[in-house]
């Protein structure tokens, strides 16, 4: 049997590198071959912590001193896992206003 500790300590740590891949995801996409494969790292270690979170669960540990929080946290790293394979290419999905051409705009008026 292993240790509830260690199990979170595992899921805390897959969670924690799928957020760093996550954060720096702009500096890999330069190469399309590259953010394929970061992509694909995030959804993979995502789709890994929520099997751990899930087992963290049944084993009767705690995630921060919560024994609700692993479940719900499980559903959020699948939730993410999946929006980390859509590739947007860089379209514009907010259609809101873009700081770099606020100022442009007035300067051509």
Request: net charge neutral; hydrophobic share 50%; proline share 5%.
């Amino acid at each position: 049997m292993v240790d509830p500790a260690t199990i979170e300590r595992l899921a805390e740590g897959l969670c924690g590198f799928s957020a760093v891949l996550f954060t720096f995801i702009a500096s890999f996409s330069r190469s399309p071959s590259v953010e394929r494969v970061v992509q694909n790292l995030i959804a993979l270690s995502l789709i890994a912590a929520a099997v751990v979170l899930w087992w963290l669960s049944l084993s009767g540990g705690t995630l921060w001193g919560s024994n609700y929080l692993p479940k719900p946290l499980s559903l959020v790293c699948v939730v993410i896992a999946i929006s980390a394979r859509m590739n947007i290419k860089g379209e514009n999905v907010s259609f809101g206003a873009n700081p770099h051409t606020i100022g442009k705009d007035k300067s051509e008026e």
